[in-house]
Each structure stands twice: as structure tokens, then as C-alpha cells.
């Protein structure tokens, strides 16, 4: 998976072991290829979240291959909504284009439009 870890649950789980003495737990995680994104919560603060919510949008190859895309989480914290997008978009040395068309796809597929 990464240059790190081989998979999804030992990423997890390292995390996981590193923030576990500092009292933050897991809550949500998604991932799309190579993106990944998880989301922690203070243990003593967990009864605070709620709504959450993963997204995945494929932008690659007419939105058939996840090699280029998304992973969103969107939960509430509170009374506060929040949204975390994890992206991975063409360069944009010469395909400015192609990237903007990308990010206003994910834009639109997150938005639900």
C-alpha cells in the first residue's frame, strides 16, 4: 500500500498503537488505492461525534479506475460539521486542464449534484 506499511489494517494498526497511550481512538477510516484517510477522536471526547460519513469519487480513466480520485469523511463534532478530502489529482506541469476537471468532478460527486 505505502512505502510504510503493506496494507490498510497494519497503517491502521500502527496509528492506532502510536495514539492509543495519548487516549485517541479510531472512528472512521476510507480509502481508495493509495489515498487513505482515518479519523481519531479524545476517547473522552468521542460521545461528541456523530454522522459520519465516507465518500469515495473515482476521476481516473472516465471515472472507472481509482488511481486518481478522492476519500472524503464528513462527521459532526458538536455542534460543527466538518469535511476532510484526501485527494490525488493529474500533475499540473502540463495538464492544468485535465486537473481542474478533476477536482471540480470530486467537488460535484461529494456535493451530490
Known sequence: MSFFCKS???WEKM???FLKPHKFSIVESSKLHGL???AFVKENKGHLVASLKTKKVKT???GLMGNKGAVS???V???QSHLFINTHLPSCHKEC???NDHLIQIV???MDK
Do not use: A, F, Q
Request: charged share 30%; aromatic share 12%.
Open 15 to 17: 496509528l492506532c498503537d
Open 8 to 10: 490498510k489494517d497494519s
Open 60 to 62: 481516473g480513466w472516465y
Open 77 to 79: 463534532l458538536g455542534s
Open 36 to 38: 487513505h484517510i482515518i
Open 108 to 110: 460535484d460527486k461529494l
Open 73 to 75: 469523511l464528513n462527521l
Open 97 to 99: 486542464y485535465e486537473r
